[in-house]
């Protein structure tokens, strides 16, 4: 904790020092062009791999950069999604999944879950159709390629279910996969609505 107090104090006397006029500006509102949604993971930082300055990005995150069907739950995620577009106006979705991701590894042993952690049990239940189609199609796969392959095509259905389910409106949806080991991009889905 004394680590992050004094990060703080760095930033307040360097960066924010050096940035005013863009903090400055900011207090008069927010305009992002962009909704990224990604995992909680300590790894990914979006700023950082994107490179966006403070008002650039919106961001959710969560276990596994899961946005639940419209309606299936009532959590934060709908309505952080509802108030990007709605409110901010904002057309361009990203979602950034990540290579060995816990909440991927705990899909693949979902059962077991369900006594030891109940509530990420639920959370990852949101999942569940995409799970079953992967399961039917690629169950001939094995370990790492069974993750990737998982991973994948939940994340792409999750970003057409994004864009059809709770937005409602016509806007782009991406889907990145970042491999945390060579901060490489590897797969791009462009969904245009
Ligand atoms: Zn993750």
Not at 46 to 55: F, K, S
Not at 111 to 138: F, V
Not at 166 to 192: E, F, G, P, S
Request: aromatic share 6%; with cysteine; charged share 25%.
């Amino acid at each position: 904790m004394k680590k992050l107090i004094r990060g703080l104090g760095e930033f307040k006397n360097s960066y924010f020092s050096d940035h005013q006029d863009l903090f400055i500006e900011l207090t008069q509102g927010q305009k992002p062009r962009v909704l990224f949604i990604t995992c909680s993971d300590s790894r990914i930082v979006p700023n950082l791999i994107t490179q966006a300055e403070v008002g650039e990005l919106f961001i959710i995150r969560n276990a596994g950069n899961i946005i639940p069907p419209c309606g299936a739950a009532n959590g934060g995620e709908g309505a952080t999604v509802e108030y990007a577009i709605h409110s901010l106006g904002i057309e361009q979705i990203v979602v950034c999944g990540h290579s060995h991701c816990g909440a991927i590894k705990g899909l693949l042993k979902l059962n077991e879950l369900h006594e030891e952690m109940p509530l990420m049990y639920n959370w990852l239940k949101h999942t569940e159709a995409t799970r079953r189609l992967i399961k039917e199609n690629y169950g001939h796969l094995q370990g790492e390629e069974l993750l990737e392959s998982l991973w994948f095509k939940r994340l792409a259905q999750q970003g057409i279910d994004h864009a059809d389910g709770v937005a409602r409106r016509k806007q782009k949806a991406l889907a990145d996969y970042l491999d945390t080991k060579t901060a490489q991009i590897d797969q791009i889905i462009n969904i245009q609505i």
